[in-house]
């Protein structure tokens, strides 16, 4: 419509400016024969000196028509992207504005995708890069330049290493292709994962938590929790599915935290587990991810691989990939082993996906309270309500079934498990658990020989007990 409307402007434009010199330029047009140019004198000659020539005014509708072209293609790109955003403000026309925008996605596009030695590409759509181990995202950081990845680190004692191989559970080197030795492999951010951000400058970003259990900003949770002792490091096996997220700005995600401080200003919290988002990855394909805070979400931290702070030292698991397979209802069940421990030599944070694959570390000067130890340890799911309509949103958590299914039904965590100051892993003790809206999403404790300390978790949202 932008350009439709340009063309017709333009175009009556050039009409009023030529009606004087109309049947010249027609006679000249007509007449382009080998006496082209003798006439084309000619008839600009019987022209005032006042009237525009010509040439004058296709020299001006063609550079006017390239401007406008310009600036349409760029208006229709940044509103393609975001339609569920379109107001009546957002659709008047600010090439400035967007153009500035543009630019500054570009900019912090050259921080995130570093130069890559190789390229694969996924079926899933995404692009893999594989990037020299000391040019990642992480040695951007002032601490950290100049500097190589760390050696890995003690394992914890009382560790038994899963049977299960986990080197072919994500969706891009299904293939059988993986980065050369030296490299990592990370997932190319691309401007639309941008423009699908609520803010470019938060971009990679979670919304900031008051509490533990608040859901003023639309978080809800169902989770279990220890606390009361200085933890050193976690480990749990999650259920993977594929739940229904029913808006681009929600997500559903299962995950274990370790975290310190206060909820109010100086969080600090490790995160990993999987997630779906599709403001952020533009799909609705579980992914691995990470996370990391060190002043309650305010301006630390990011997902992943999107700001200097988690270093990878891994060159088969890619963080924010797609995991493959997904657990089925009344089907095959699917799990990923997760460890996150502090080495107990250099104080870093480490993290380990499934049987004995570390995919790397974050470093002690990232964290203020996490540099001694955490106070507290959470495992389980959290979801994002925007409460379209005026009603709670129907984006589901875990399988999107609740707790009292069981297994095959409902998603689970087990053999919960934490890390103590001698570097030893124990059962958790004393696990607490907590819906912040059970007739939504709840969840249920449990002991047994097999799977230890566990619980199943979730549910669909919205439901006659849940308007």
Excluded at 3 to 12: A, G, H, N, Q, T
Excluded at 367 to 377: A, D, E, N, Y
Excluded at 380 to 399: D, K, L
């Amino acid at each position: 419509m932008c350009l439709i409307c340009l063309l017709r402007d333009v175009s009556e434009t050039s009409r009023r400016r030529t009606t004087t010199t109309r049947n010249r330029i027609k006679c000249c047009l007509l007449n382009h024969s080998r006496r082209r140019k003798q006439q084309l004198i000619r008839c600009f000659h019987h022209h005032s000196p006042h009237q525009v020539s010509f040439k004058s005014v296709t020299m001006f509708s063609s550079t006017f028509l390239r401007l406008a072209l310009l600036l349409c293609l760029v208006s229709s790109s940044f509103s393609t992207a975001s339609p569920s955003n379109s107001t009546g403000t957002d659709q008047t026309l600010r090439p400035q504005e967007e153009l500035q925008k543009l630019k500054l996605i570009r900019k912090e596009l050259l921080k995130i995708n570093k130069p890559a030695v190789k390229t694969i590409q996924s079926s899933d759509g995404d692009t893999i890069d594989c990037v020299l181990s000391h040019q990642q995202p992480a040695f951007d950081h002032p601490l950290l330049q100049g500097q190589k990845p760390m050696d890995p680190p003690e394992l914890p004692k009382g560790y038994i290493k899963d049977d299960e191989p986990y080197e072919d559970t994500q969706l891009w080197s299904l293939s059988g292709e993986f980065c050369p030795e030296g490299t990592v492999p990370i997932r190319r951010t691309t401007e639309q994962d941008m423009l699908r951000a609520s803010s470019v400058r938060r971009f990679g970003r979670k919304i900031r938590r008051v509490r533990r259990d608040s859901t003023s900003n639309g978080h809800e949770h169902a989770v279990g929790y220890v606390s009361g002792r200085q933890y050193y490091g976690a480990k749990a096996s999650i259920n993977v599915w594929s739940p229904r997220v029913s808006s681009q700005h929600e997500f559903s995600l299962s995950q274990m935290w370790v975290l310190a401080g206060s909820f109010t200003h100086d969080l600090n919290t490790i995160e990993a587990g999987w997630q779906i988002s599709p403001e952020l990855y533009g799909d609705t394909y579980p992914r691995f991810f990470t996370y990391w805070t060190s002043d309650a979400y305010r301006s630390t931290g990011c997902y992943n691989l999107l700001c200097s702070g988690f270093v990878q030292t891994n060159r088969r698991i890619a963080i924010g990939a797609a995991i493959s397979p997904r657990s089925s209802y009344r089907g095959g069940q699917f799990d990923i082993s997760l460890l996150i421990w502090k080495d107990p030599k250099h104080g870093h944070w480490w993290l380990q996906f499934g049987s004995g694959t570390l995919v790397g570390y974050w470093p002690a000067f990232l964290f203020t309270h996490l540099k001694q130890h955490g106070s507290m340890v959470q495992f389980g799911g959290e979801i994002v309500n925007t409460r379209p309509g005026g009603s709670h949103t129907s984006t589901q958590m875990g399988s999107g079934h609740f707790a009292g299914e069981g297994f095959g039904k409902a998603s689970y965590f087990r053999n919960l498990q934490v890390v103590d100051w001698d570097n030893t892993l124990l059962p958790v003790s004393n696990l607490k658990t907590l819906a912040d809206h059970p007739n939504c999403y709840d969840i249920r404790g449990g002991t047994n020989r097999v799977w230890g300390n566990y619980f199943y978790y979730g549910g669909p949202g919205k439901n006659p007990r849940c308007p």
